[in-house]
């Protein structure tokens, strides 16, 4: 773990994307690929990012702000720092047990860890890896009971939040992942496998973990009854036939009980279907550009979202996070707290939990610099007299 940690300190990672290239240094490309990339063209991928770019910040100067207050509350649970991490599907692909090191990584944090459905470690030691809170990310791939029978283990484990993933009704067309042999390789056949497998032989470290890890995983949280676990290579075609509707919203939060999260929407009409359905809260999201290309980035939407709903839920965003500075122009346009996943995915691939630790620390001191070089003393002072926004985002 010490020698985890030192690959990830200054000099040698100041930021996110130094992360991004350890990761990429340590992780095969199929892997490292299926963090990075986007649908399509990726053209949403960069535009998330764009959009903060295109947001100027706004400074008071020779203001003294010797200390600055990153808390803030997220359903009704008091936050150090207003970032979460982000349901990310498939880190155990990138680290051995890759989902209970990011749950310790938050938890020691402080933060809230949302685990995917799409994961390769059991819910229950997910939230025993954790000391903070932590929320449960649901797709219905496996069908309804296979669904309940998911939300009946959250609950027991003490998962705080449902987040209810909407964009989804087809796998995004990840190009990247295609040409990179994904589907030969998790596909377990030696003959398929064989043109792609160079990617993983040259990756000896990464390959050592791996195998010592159990090898290929398969999804512990989505258990089909009288078969198991789902298999890797089954999950594709499952997401097809699992499309999530606002009909179903009303009977999953009759068996949650507790607050249900939608994340994925895109305009402001969503925003107050979210808010019919009984959600106690949104995230502003195009699964980083993974799903649907050429809609638009996220800080983009942001302001209508937040104007069509008002106080009556809570509005949060994600896609495109990598500064501090990010997090703070958020907040300015609407935001409650962000969610962010790649950011602490590139710390996982490159050094585990540590790495995880390394992004949010890099996150928190961002965040505290940005808002003392703003004249700010807390996040909750944030809003739109701190930014200025392009001119042809204003009246949409
Ligand atoms: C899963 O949700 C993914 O984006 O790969």
Redo the contacts with the bound molecule.
């Keep these: 773990m010490r020698l985890m940690s030192r690959s990830v300190e200054p000099p040698r990672v100041l930021n996110i994307e130094d992360l991004r290239r350890a990761a990429k240094r340590r992780l095969p490309r199929v892997v490292f690929d299926?963090i990075d990339g986007g649908a399509e063209d990726e053209w949403t991928l960069r535009a998330n990012c764009r959009a903060f770019e295109a947001v100027t910040l706004r400074p008071r100067c020779a203001v003294a702000t010797p200390m600055c207050d990153l808390r803030t509350t997220v359903l009704g649970t008091s936050l150090p720092m207003p970032l979460i991490l982000a349901?990310?599907?498939?880190c155990r692909l990138m680290y051995p047990r890759g989902e209970e090191a990011a749950a310790r990584a938050a938890g020691a944090a402080g933060i809230i860890y949302t685990l995917?459905?799409?994961s390769g470690c059991r819910l229950e030691d997910v939230g025993a890896a954790s000391k903070g809170p932590v929320w449960y990310?649901l797709?219905l791939v496996g069908g309804r009971d296979c669904a309940l029978a998911a939300i009946e283990r959250a609950r027991n484990a003490e998962f705080s939040a449902l987040v209810v993933?909407i964009d989804?009704a087809v796998?995004?067309m990840?190009e990247r992942d295609i040409r990179n042999g994904a589907k030969e390789l998790l596909g377990g056949k030696l003959g398929a496998m064989l043109p792609f497998v160079n990617q993983l032989v040259t990756k000896p470290r990464w390959l050592a973990a791996f195998l010592a890890d159990g090898g290929l995983m398969k999804f512990e949280n989505v258990v089909i009854p009288g078969k198991g676990p789902m298999l890797y290579a089954d999950v594709t075609a499952a997401?097809e036939q699992s499309v999530v509707t606002w009909d179903d919203l009303t009977w999953i939060r009759e068996a949650w009980k507790g607050p249900v999260v939608i994340k994925g929407i895109h305009t402001g009409e969503d925003a107050r279907r979210a808010v019919d359905v009984g959600a106690s809260a949104l995230v502003v999201s195009n699964?980083?550009g993974?799903?649907l290309d050429r809609v638009a980035p996220t800080l983009q939407i942001l302001p209508e979202v937040a104007a069509s709903v008002g106080d009556r839920i809570e509005v949060m965003l994600d896609g495109g996070i990598r500064r501090g500075s990010d997090i703070v122009k958020a907040l300015c346009l609407g935001a409650r707290a962000v969610m962010a996943?790649r950011a602490y995915a590139y710390g996982l691939g490159a050094a585990g939990s540590a790495g995880v630790a390394r992004a949010i620390e890099i996150l928190r001191t961002d965040l505290v610099r940005t808002l003392k070089l703003l004249g700010c003393a807390s996040v909750a002072e944030l809003d739109h007299s701190f930014v200025d926004i392009p001119q042809d985002w204003i009246g949409k």
């Excluded at 349901?87 to 498939?90: A, H, N």
């Design positions: 299926y349901p990310v599907g498939s995917s459905t799409l990310q797709y993933t989804t796998a995004g990840r997401l699964h980083g993974r799903q996943g």
